[in-house]
Every structure is written in C-alpha cells, then in structure tokens.
C-alpha cells in the first residue's frame, strides 16, 4: 500500500484565509505518498504565495505540492487543469476551505484493498461552524438513507447520495475508463456530479462509515447566496444543464436515457415550482405545474400545493380544510 500513490485536486480562488489550514490537513496526514495539485484559478490575494511557499514544506516531507496558474475560468476549468496532472493511482478532490482529518487517506486506501471491486470510497464528514471548528453541529452522510447502497448512480442524480467533495477517493485505472479524456463539462459548480456519476453508472461503491473530512459552513457559501428568485432559478438551471451535460458523456440506452430525461425534467420542475410558491410568482406556478401535468407527476401534494397558491378560492377552501382536519 505504501508505494502507491494519491492525488489530490485542490482548486483555488482567493482562498488566502483558509489555505494553510487545509494544506497543513495534508501535511498531517498519517498515510504520507500524497501529491497535492493545487490549481490557483486567477486569485488576487496571497493565495499564490502561500501555495509557492508550501512547495518545499511539501518536499521536506517526501510529499509533492503541484502549483499551477490559469486565468480565472471557474471550478470546472480548474478540475480540468488538474486532472490533466494526476499521476496518482487514486484521485481525491477538495476545498480549500475545509480539511482533511489526519487518517484520512489512510483508512480510505484500506477500503479500497478491503473491498476490491468498488471504484469508489466515500466516507462520512463532520460538519462545523466557520466560528467554531473543535465542536462539530452534525455528521454530513447520516441524513442519506440508502448511504450503504453499492449502487449509487440514480441516487445521486436525485441529490439523494453523499455529495460533499472531500469525502470522495476514485480509482484513476476505473476513472480512466469512464473519463478516458479526463475532461469535465467547464461549469463553475457541481464538479461532483460530473465526477462521479460515469463512476456511479459502471461500478460500486463502498461507503465508510466514519467522519474523514471536515466541512465547513460558512455564511458567504455559493448556495447561501441564492437569497433571490433570480439566483435560485439560475442555480437550478445550472444544475439541470451540469447534469444533462454529464449524461451526454455516459453510454446509455436509449431506455435509460428516456428515464433519466423524465426525472430530470420533471424534478427541476418541481424545484422551479417551489421557488415560484415561495416568491409568489403565479406565472411561473402555471407554467411548471403544467409541466408536472404533461409528464403525469402532479401528484396529490403538488395539485394540493398549485391550487393553494394560484388563488384566493384555493386558499381558502385548504385553510378551511385544514381548521376541520384539526
């Protein structure tokens, strides 16, 4: 086990703050033949310094820290630059605002040797406040019921598998099969359903039942930006397209690929839906509501929902419902 060898993609923008605490993750991991390519996607703060000076503490320590430049061009560019570097046997990818807990590499190595036929090992993460980083609030995974399932491929393209970055090792021989080109679709987000789902589509996966990484909140994340309709809409646009683009690059049948459309199609409706209910935009309810009903998906709660919030009538007749189901 000690001779082979693990990759590590690290993206980075303007992560300045954050970035010698999670090198510092690596550098204090028991399992030690690590590279780290760090790709410094156009930063503007001492992200750069920090990185070059890393560079032969990685090496005092028999470790290998890869910098590499490129003009800002977003997280799915970034993974592409990095992939092209990876001379590791196995292939991990993380953010440098999180961390790495210090057996980390170690115990997922040994999952892999434990359970051969699995092309990927994903283990649990804590999750912790930006402003209090010894207690953390939950465990990551717990809420993925079928966490333990080998078969993980539609589970994650309906949000419903372990997603967070760090938790994840592939093989590279298996990820080569699936990836030959090493190339993702360029999206600034949703690296893990690009990664991932080829995987999930032709092998198992083993998941390891212990927090190995550190997430970490904090209140300027990505998602706690989409505070209006507009973001909330381009985010599931941006989903929905990251997705479909990731499924053009998988062999399916034309059954499969039937399916896959419907649940995609009809689960970013339902979430455009949602964010039409909740910003009040009665236009848009029509519109993704009919949808739902051309694809025989406007189930009960959804009708429930659609007459609830097109008009006063509806409002009323389920407020009176619910006063007499009480």
């Known amino acids: 086990m000690n001779r082979e060898l693990v990759s590590i993609i690290v993206p980075c923008y303007n992560?300045?703050?954050t970035l010698e605490r999670y090198l510092q993750s690596v550098l204090d991991q028991t399992y030690h033949n690590l590279e780290v390519i760090a790709v410094d996607d156009g930063s503007t703060d001492k992200?750069?310094?920090?990185?070059?000076?890393?560079?032969?503490?990685?090496?005092?320590?028999?470790?290998?820290?890869?910098?590499?430049?490129?003009?800002n061009a977003g997280l799915?560019?970034?993974i592409n630059t990095g992939l092209k570097c990876v001379t590791g046997d196995y292939l991990c990818w993380s953010d440098p605002d999180d961390f790495y807990i210090p057996d980390s590499m170690q115990k997922r190595l040994a999952a892999f040797h434990d359970h051969p036929d699995c092309a990927v090992i994903s283990s649990d993460a804590y999750v912790f406040r930006a402003d209090d980083l010894?207690?953390?609030?939950?465990?990551?995974?717990?809420?993925?019921?079928?966490?333990?399932?080998?078969?993980q491929f539609e589970l994650l393209l309906k949000e419903e598998s372990h997603f967070c970055a760090g938790c994840h090792m592939v093989r590279m021989a298996d990820f080569d099969k699936v990836n030959p080109d090493r190339e993702i679709y360029p999206a600034r987000r949703g690296q893990n359903w690009?990664?991932?789902?080829?995987?999930?589509?032709?092998?198992?996966?083993?998941?390891?039942?212990?927090?190995?990484?550190?997430?970490?909140v904090y209140?300027?994340?990505?998602?706690?930006?989409?505070?209006?309709?507009?973001?909330?809409?381009?985010?599931?646009?941006?989903?929905?397209?990251i997705i479909r683009q990731t499924l053009k690059r998988i062999p399916l049948t034309q059954e499969e690929s039937e399916k896959y459309d419907r649940?995609?199609?009809?689960?970013?409706?339902?979430?455009?839906?949602?964010?039409?209910?909740?910003?009040?935009?009665?236009?848009?309810?029509?519109?993704?509501y009919h949808i739902l009903q051309e694809y025989h998906a406007d189930t009960d709660e959804i009708r429930a929902l659609y007459k609830r919030n097109i008009s006063i009538g509806g409002k009323v007749l389920y407020k009176l419902k619910d006063i007499i189901g009480r």
């Not at 939950?138 to 399932?149: S, V």
Request: charged share 30%; glycine share 2%.
């Open 263 to 288: 649940l995609i199609t009809v689960r970013y409706a339902t979430k455009r839906l949602y964010t039409a209910i909740d910003y009040r935009d009665k236009e848009m309810i029509k519109q993704q």
């Open 76 to 78: 799915g560019a970034a």
């Open 219 to 241: 209140g300027n994340s990505m998602s706690a930006g989409d505070s209006t309709q507009e973001k909330e809409l381009q985010r599931w646009a941006e989903h929905e397209k």
């Open 194 to 216: 690009q990664l991932l789902l080829p995987l999930y589509y032709r092998f198992s996966r083993y998941f390891l039942d212990e927090p190995l990484y550190a997430y970490i």
């Open 15 to 17: 992560v300045a703050e």
């Open 134 to 151: 010894h207690n953390p609030v939950k465990r990551e995974a717990q809420r993925f019921e079928h966490r333990y399932e080998p078969n």
């Open 47 to 71: 992200t750069a310094d920090i990185l070059k000076h890393y560079i032969s503490v990685f090496a005092e320590t028999k470790m290998t820290l890869k910098y590499i430049y490129q003009n």
